[in-house]
């Protein structure tokens, strides 16, 4: 049987850690060629990824990185947009900095990849783009103004590129995935009484594991979804904020 991803090219923009990370591994033992663009260095070894140093907000850093891994590999066939930061406050303690930094990073960050990597794209006639999101964006959470607006803006960003991308009859897909509370690093530090708490507001009583959201991504990324564009995968759970 052949691997899902066998051929493909894939950039994952915070792509060392956490759900980065795991769709990297998921991704390059489907077969994937996978480029980890990110701050920090891989935290793993895993055969056929590759790591570049990215910083999204950095647009001359955008452009050299997709300039190298086009140069090198010909095409970017998958493109995960998941790096993302939180600073959270009330909105009435919420500072400039804190609102201009996860703007920068978790929305104008996914513009400055995507509007260089979709018209290639759209040039290779194929391409899956995936905006990783947040159930945040969908409901809102307390305290998460600057995350939540990045979060429905990306969602907002995937059903419009899904029809530019698409034009003049491209196999170019756009979605999003919109996870709930998954186990990475930075749950790791908040109080075992907030994560039952948040694991109680689950039909399936439990928080998510990065692999679970790397699941969904791989479908997305996969000729299993052929048809599947400009849509909105919930993977939470069963949850409500």
């Not at 010909?74 to 947009?81: F, R």
């Not at 530019?164 to 491209?170: D, L, N, S, V, W």
Request: charged fraction near 20%.
């Amino acid at each position: 049987m052949s691997k899902r991803l066998e051929g493909k090219v894939a950039l994952i923009t915070g792509g060392s850690t956490g759900i980065g990370g795991e769709c990297a591994k998921r991704f390059a033992a489907e077969g994937a060629t996978v480029i980890s663009g990110d701050m920090n260095p891989l935290t793993f070894e895993a055969a056929g990824v590759e790591y570049m140093k990215l910083n999204v907000t950095d647009v001359k850093n955008c452009e050299q990185v997709v300039k190298d891994i086009l140069a090198k590999y010909g095409k970017i066939d998958i493109l995960v947009n998941n790096a993302g930061i939180t600073r959270d406050a009330l909105v009435q303690k919420m500072t400039d900095d804190m609102w201009d930094a996860v703007i920068a990073v978790n929305l104008k960050g996914v513009f400055n990849i995507t509007r260089l990597v979709g018209p290639a794209m759209m040039e290779n006639n194929y391409g899956s783009i995936i905006n990783i999101s947040s159930v945040v964006g969908e409901y809102g959470n307390i305290g998460q103004t600057n995350y939540a607006a990045t979060k429905a803006g990306v969602i907002g960003m995937a059903k419009t590129w899904a029809k530019e991308f698409a034009r003049k009859g491209a196999n170019v897909r756009t979605n999003a995935i919109a996870p709930g509370y998954v186990m990475t690093d930075i749950l790791k530090t908040v109080p075992q009484d907030l994560l039952d708490k948040f694991a109680g507001l689950t039909m399936l009583g439990r928080l998510g594991q990065p692999e679970e959201i790397a699941n969904a991504a791989l479908f997305l990324a996969s000729e299993e979804s052929s048809y599947i564009t400009g849509q909105v995968l919930s993977v939470n759970g069963g949850m409500r904020l």
